[in-house]
T-cell receptor, first 115, second 116 residues
Framework: KAGVTQTPRYLIKTRGQQVTLSCSPISGHRSVSWYQQTPGQGLQFLFEYFSETQRNKGNFPGRFSGRQFSNSRSEMNVSTLELGDSALYLC??????????????FGPGTRLTVL | AQKVTQAQTEISVVEKEDVTLDCVYETRDTTYYLFWYKQPPSGELVFLIRRNSFDEQNEISGRYSWNFQKSTSSFNFTITASQVVDSAVYFCALSGSTGANSKLTFGKGITLSVRP
């Protein structure tokens, strides 16, 4: 099986712009979660989508949003970029059924730099 | 609220030494899952192990072993005879038991450097 793929791998944007990141989960996985990793805050949960519905949400401002398509692919969008949004954005997929199906498999991440 | 504490931030050992990475967690759930992930310089998080809260049997897998103790809320990870390729950041993580509580709460990570 192919693993989790994320595109693009690297992005450079300027303050005030918006950005869209894409994640394709492992085939058959219905849950996609997004995490932000920064040196200061570590790995923080952004949100989770399951069957096209947001099921969980972390503590991030409304500038961060996401969606999931019927084929389970997910996108996250960050509007009005700030310097502090520079981070590695990781996507993880799981079967999503709870219990042992919570096991999450991570993609390689998208490195976003905001100038 | 769930919390994972990895008190060690950086560990440096010489190849072939054994090293133990500590993890302490907090949760109010009676059923939960604990994980260890490895993040090499490439950035991708690599799954190492999952443990259920109701399974305290410790395990050895090759050079890796895990010590799960509910009484002390600890889930420690040991690498025996470390190798240079083990150099990475290691994260301990916790998740709930239901689908709606499946988010992972991570510790801050431990940077392990194995010197030849």
């Amino acid at each position: 099986k192919a693993g989790v793929t994320q595109t693009p791998r690297y992005l450079i944007k300027t303050r005030g712009q918006q950005v869209t990141l894409s994640c394709s989960p492992i085939s058959g996985h219905r849950s996609v979660s997004w995490y932000q990793q920064t040196p200061g805050q570590g790995l923080q949960f952004l949100f989770e989508y399951f069957s096209e519905t947001q099921r969980n949400k972390g503590n991030f401002p409304g500038r961060f949003s996401g969606r999931q398509f019927s084929n389970s692919r997910s996108e996250m969008n960050v509007s009005t970029l700030e310097l502090g949004d520079s981070a590695l954005y990781l996507c993880a997929s799981s079967q999503g059924g709870g219990g042992p199906y919570n096991e999450q498999f991570f993609g390689p991440g998208t490195r976003l730099t905001v100038l | 609220a769930q919390k994972v504490t990895q008190a060690q931030t950086e560990i440096s050992v010489v190849e072939k030494e054994d090293v133990t990475l500590d993890c302490v967690y907090e949760t109010r759930d009676t059923t939960y899952y604990l994980f260890w992930y490895k993040q090499p310089p490439s950035g991708e998080l690599v799954f190492l192990i999952r443990r259920n809260s109701f399974d305290e049997q410790n395990e050895i897998s090759g050079r890796y072993s895990w010590n799960f103790q509910k009484s002390t809320s600890s889930f420690n990870f040991t690498i025996t005879a470390s190798q240079v390729v083990d150099s990475a950041v290691y994260f301990c993580a916790l998740s709930g038991s239901t689908g709606a509580n499946s988010k992972l709460t991570f510790g801050k990570g431990i940077t392990l450097s194995v010197r030849p």
